[in-house]
T-cell receptor
Framework: EAGVTQSPTHLIKTRGQQATLRCSPI?????VYWYQQALGLGLQFLLW???????NRGNFPPRFSGRQFPNYSSELNVNALELEDSALYLC????????????FGPGTRLTVT | QKEVEQNSGPLSVPEGAIASLNCTYSDRGSQSFFWYRQYSGKSPELIMSIYSNGDKEDGRFTAQLNKASQYVSLLIRDSQPSDSATYLCAVNSWGKLQFGAGTQVVVTP
């Protein structure tokens, strides 16, 4: 069974630009979660999508947004990039919504210069 | 107070010994708890989940949960050099995982 996949592996952007990160969940999983892991700050919850709807959102500004497509894949968009957005962005999926086990993809390393 | 707290370590463990990791959480409504292992430069890997009070064993790993004390622990028996990693405690709160800062474990030969 294929795991969660994310693209691109690395992304380098300039401050003020927009970044788009993509995630494909494990087959059969309908919930997708996005987390940010910045150096020294640990893993922080960003967004949760299930059945195409945003279910929960972490304490991040509105320039962090996303969506989930009918095939359950997801996209994270970060507008007006700031230097502190540099981090590893991790996508996870679970086969049921709510309290179930989440499996992580390999992540996208975003560097903002 | 952080929502999920762990000792940062590093926790140095001789090969073959038991590593004991602790985690406390603040949300009394949490119902599911997880341990992830993260190697340097890699993404977190789920190694244990626990939902009810008591112990849950899986191979060399044992997770323990005490909801009254808001405490979760992980024991790693017969520690191996390949167990050297950062272990993250995660608590599910309304669908999102709240992570501790992680405990770095170093298994010494």
């Amino acid at each position: 069974e294929a795991g969660v996949t994310q693209s691109p592996t690395h992304l380098i952007k300039t401050r003020g630009q927009q970044a788009t990160l993509r995630c494909s969940p494990i087959s059969g999983h309908t919930s997708v979660y996005w987390y940010q892991q910045a150096l020294g700050l640990g893993l922080q919850f960003l967004l949760w999508y299930d059945e195409g709807e945003e279910r929960n959102r972490g304490n991040f500004p509105p320039r962090f947004s996303g969506r989930q497509f009918p095939n359950y894949s997801s996209e994270l968009n970060v507008n007006a990039l700031e230097l502190e957005d540099s981090a590893l962005y991790l996508c996870a999926s679970s086969h049921e919504t709510g309290a179930h086990e989440q499996y992580f993809g390999p992540g996208t390393r975003l560097t903002v210069t | 107070q952080k929502e999920v707290e762990q000792n940062s370590g590093p926790l140095s463990v001789p090969e073959g010994a038991i590593a004991s990791l602790n985690c406390t959480y603040s949300d009394r409504g949490s119902q599911s708890f997880f341990w992830y292992r993260q190697y340097s430069g890699k993404s977190p890997e789920l190694i244990m989940s626990i939902y009810s009070n008591g112990d849950k064993e899986d191979g060399r790993f044992t997770a323990q949960l005490n909801k009254a004390s808001q405490y979760v622990s992980l024991l790693i028996r017969d520690s191996q050099p390949s167990d050297s990693a950062t272990y993250l405690c995660a608590v599910n709160s309304w669908g999102k995982l709240q992570f501790g800062a992680g405990t770095q474990v170093v298994v010494t030969p």
